[in-house]
C-alpha cells in the first residue's frame, strides 16, 4: 500500500512539474536592436496562438553575439550584419545548417525635424561644410549601422572630412534617440529606424553599391540552457518565416530575403 502511494505521488509530481515546464516554455531571441518594434509586434502575434512565450532581448549585434559567446542562454540570434554571425558560427555557436539570410535594409542619413539640410550623393559634394554640429551614427568599429555607415561615407569620399564630428553609438536606436533629440546635427541609421520616428527627417538613402548589402541572417544558438526550449526555437524559427510574419516585417520597412 505504502509503495502504491509512493508511486502514485511521484506521478503526481511529475505530472505537476511538466504542467509547470510547459507553462514557463519560452524562446529566447537576441535580435540586432533595429528590429524592436518589427519583431515585437511579430512575437505578440506567435504568443496570441498559445504555443509558447517569447522573451527578447534586443541590443548592438556585436554585443548580443558576445554576450552568446560567453553562455547567455540564447536560442536564437538575429544579427544585423554577417559579420556577428560569422563570428559566433566560426566557434561553434549556431547551428550552422538553421542558418538563412532572413531580412534586408537600407542606409539613410537623418535630421532632427525641421532641420534638414541639402544633401546631393556625389562624390564631388562636401557633407563636412552642408551642416555644423555632430554625426549620430553606431560605432563604426564593431555596430553594424555604424561600420555600414563608414563604408557608405568612404564611398563617396566623405569620410576623411567628417570623420572627427563622427558620435559612434552604443546600438543604431542610439543612434537615433540622439537625432532625435537634437544632440546630434544628422545620422545615420537604417531605413526602418528613420520611419517609425516622427522626430526625423531623411534627407537622402545611400546607393547600395556603397556599402556591403544589408542583410540580417538568423540562426538557432547551439549553447541554450534549457534543452526543452530546442523544438520551441525551431518552431518560432520557422514563424518567423511566415506569410503572417512576414507581412508584419513588411509592414516596417524591411525586404525580404528567404
Known amino acids: 500500500m505504502m509503495a502504491s502511494s509512493v508511486k502514485y505521488a511521484l506521478i503526481t509530481w511529475s505530472i505537476i512539474l511538466s504542467s509547470v515546464a510547459m507553462a514557463d516554455d519560452k524562446v529566447t531571441v537576441f535580435a540586432a536592436a533595429s528590429l524592436t518594434n518589427a519583431l515585437t509586434e511579430v512575437s505578440a502575434s506567435y504568443e496570441a ?62 535630421a532632427p525635424k525641421g532641420r534638414s539640410f541639402n544633401v546631393k550623393l556625389d562624390k564631388s559634394f562636401d557633407l563636412a561644410k552642408a551642416f555644423e554640429g555632430r554625426l549620430c551614427t553606431g560605432d563604426i568599429d564593431a555596430v553594424p549601422a555604424g561600420i555600414y555607415a563608414k563604408q557608405s561615407l568612404s564611398y563617396l569620399n566623405w569620410w576623411d572630412g567628417i570623420k572627427t564630428r563622427i558620435v559612434g553609438a552604443q546600438d543604431v536606436r542610439a543612434a537615433l534617440a540622439f537625432v532625435e533629440r537634437g544632440e546630434c546635427a544628422a545620422g545615420i ?20 553599391e556603397s556599402h556591403v548589402s544589408i542583410v540580417y541572417p538568423i540562426a538557432l544558438v547551439t549553447n541554450a540552457n534549457l534543452a526543452n526550449t530546442n523544438k520551441l526555437a525551431s518552431d518560432y524559427l520557422n514563424y518567423l518565416q511566415s506569410p503572417s510574419a512576414t507581412a508584419i516585417f513588411k509592414k516596417y520597412g524591411f525586404s525580404i530575403q528567404h
Do not use: C, H
Request: glycine fraction near 4%; proline fraction near 2%.
Open 189 to 208: 541609421v537604417y531605413e526602418t529606424d528613420a520611419k517609425i520616428s516622427a522626430k526625423v527627417e531623411v534627407l537622402a538613402t545611400f546607393p547600395q
Open 49 to 110: 496562438s498559445g504555443t509558447a512565450k517569447v522573451r527578447s532581448a534586443f541590443a548592438s549585434s556585436s554585443v548580443l553575439a558576445k554576450q552568446i559567446e560567453n553562455g547567455a542562454p540564447a536560442d536564437i540570434f538575429i544579427s544585423a550584419d554577417n559579420k556577428w554571425m560569422n563570428y559566433l558560427q566560426e566557434k561553434k555557436l549556431i547551428n550552422s545548417a538553421s542558418r538563412k539570410d532572413f531580412l534586408g535594409n537600407k542606409l539613410v542619413l537623418i
